[in-house]
């Protein structure tokens, strides 16, 4: 009977441990008082708009990006992609380029964001 007892508790515990495991970002925390809303911290990790950002597909069918910062300042970013690794934060500096192809070439764009 207390095997049964542990058992059942073991199980439990399990279930409550992996809920919480589970829990988005998004119902973690309350917005208000300060708090920052899951589509405020997506939006402030877009780059500025002074980095210019050109979708293309490279001539064996890789979906890439092209990065051009027009900003006074390096600026750092990283190419996001669905269905591949993300690329590494890469600093560009003024008035240059950077192209992000990704690894495999079922990859598509998803987004550029600020790093």
Same mark, same amino acid.
């Not at 007892?5 to 441990?17: D, E, R």
């Not at 003024?94 to 598509?108: E, G, R, S």
């Given at each position: 009977?207390?095997?049964?007892?542990?058992?059942?508790?073991?199980?439990?515990?399990?279930?409550?441990?992996?809920?919480?495991?589970?829990?988005?970002?998004?119902?973690?925390?309350?917005?208000?008082?300060?708090?920052?809303? #899951?589509?405020?911290?997506?939006?402030? @990790?877009?780059?500025? $708009? =002074?980095?210019k /950002? +050109?979708?293309?597909?490279?001539?064996?069918?890789?979906?890439?990006?092209?990065?051009?910062?027009?900003?006074?300042?390096?600026?750092? #970013?990283?190419?996001?992609?669905?269905? @591949?690794?993300?690329? $590494? =934060?890469?600093? /560009? +500096?003024?008035?240059?380029?950077?192209?992000?192809?990704?690894?495999?070439?079922?990859?598509?764009?998803?987004k550029?964001?600020?790093?």
């Amino acid at each position: 009977m207390k095997n049964k007892i542990a058992l059942a508790g073991a199980g439990i515990v399990l279930a409550c441990s992996s809920a919480a495991f589970t829990a988005s970002a998004a119902t973690a925390a309350p917005v208000g008082n300060g708090a920052v809303a #899951v589509a405020d911290v997506d939006a402030a @990790a877009a780059p500025p $708009s =002074c980095v210019k /950002i +050109k979708k293309y597909t490279t001539w064996n069918g890789y979906r890439s990006y092209s990065i051009t910062n027009k900003c006074a300042s390096t600026k750092k #970013v990283k190419a996001i992609f669905k269905r @591949a690794y993300d690329s $590494s =934060c890469t600093a /560009i +500096k003024p008035n240059k380029n950077h192209k992000f192809v990704p690894n495999v070439p079922i990859a598509d764009w998803d987004k550029v964001v600020k790093c």
